[in-house]
């Protein structure tokens, strides 16, 4: 599996050791969050890797009509684009070039155009490949770049660190105690942290539920609204309890709020609705059961 490859490239407790960090303001780090958003590599990061990347990404100012890749070249950095244009040509024998479409002989066919929140070179760092296409600035650019070894560390290995980081507490949470290890491994690599800070909520009373959730360390309440609309707490949730799970099961609207609580911060792990329904098969058959011992009503179905 490619993960065993990944580990080993990696080693047991690196991490964050080899990756260096760039200090930078905070109006830079809002620059390079908006320049990564858009950008599917960075879309299930959690917040540790999202700040290791954030701290690792280096800038660089280039003019216009700078070759910043050259196709067949060993691969050293991945770059964002913050604002700029560059071209991007492929060289292949036997090419028909067309100097009209942008084409250029000495770098071969123009393939496409970087801009705004794209990024590229990414392909030689993933797959050890010389670089598959040339790449040149067409206008001035602002590009965030990111090495070799912070790449793969931080965006590749991302599979084998989240089951790490997750098997344990996993093997915790009672509910999840009738899973085999690897049903668990399968769990972590979708799992996403996300965390809250006293009177933040996680889910609101009357949303549509799209997520389940695990309390990975601190405490929140369930609250719900009598009709008065008072609140009313109906549960107090600690590390390793579940919840959300009721509107995944009963297809309804949230039947509660629940709310960070305490001053320790609430670390919870989302699962989103598809992932809960295939992967918590046999898990979602207790929790039915569970709902009349919890909340005094059956499930739904
Ligand atoms: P790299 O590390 O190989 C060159 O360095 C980069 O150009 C490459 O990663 C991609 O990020 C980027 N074919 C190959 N590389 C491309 C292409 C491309 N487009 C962007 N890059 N295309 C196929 C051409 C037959 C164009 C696809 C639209």
Redesign the pocket.
């Known amino acids: 599996l490619e993960t065993t490859m990944e580990e080993d490239e990696t080693t047991p407790n690196q991490g964050s050791t080899a990756i260096p960090v760039f200090p930078k303001t905070e109006e830079q780090l809002a620059r390079i969050k908006s320049a990564i958003k858009p950008n599917f590599l960075f879309r299930n990061l959690d917040e540790e890797q999202e700040a290791d990347v954030l701290a690792a990404m280096n800038e660089v100012t280039i003019p216009a009509g700078e070759m910043i890749?050259e196709q067949g070249a060993a691969?050293d950095y991945f770059y964002v684009v913050e604002s700029g244009k560059l071209d991007?040509f492929?060289k292949r024998d036997g090419q028909v070039l067309d100097p009209e479409k942008g084409d250029k002989p000495a770098l071969g066919k123009k393939?496409?155009t970087c801009t705004e929140g794209n990024s590229?070179?990414?392909?030689?760092?993933m797959h050890n490949a010389p670089?598959?296409?040339s790449?040149i600035s067409l206008t001035p650019c602002n590009l965030w770049a990111l090495d070799r070894v912070s790449f793969r560390t931080i965006l590749l290995d991302h599979t084998s660190r989240k089951r790490r980081l997750y098997e344990s507490f996993l093997a915790e949470v009672p509910i999840l105690a009738s899973l085999q290890p690897q049903e668990r491994a399968k769990i972590a690599d979708v799992l996403e942290s996300r965390t809250f800070t006293e009177g933040e909520a996680v889910i609101t009373e009357g949303d549509a539920g799209e997520e389940f959730f695990l309390i990975e360390s601190g405490s929140a309440v369930a609250i719900k609204k009598d009709a008065s609309g008072q609140e009313i707490v109906v549960k107090q949730l600690v590390k390793g309890d579940y919840f959300g799970e009721l509107a995944l099961l009963n297809h309804q609207t949230r039947a509660a709020t629940v709310r960070a609580e305490g001053a320790e911060k609430l670390r919870v792990a989302a699962l989103g609705e598809q992932a809960f329904t295939r992967l918590l098969g046999p898990v979602k058959d207790i929790m039915a059961r569970n709902v009349g011992e919890r909340y005094g009503f059956a499930a739904g179905r």
Request: glycine letters at 12%; proline letters at 0%; a neutral charge.
């Open positions: 890749i691969g991007v492929v393939v496409a590229f070179g990414e392909l030689a760092l670089r598959a296409a790449i």
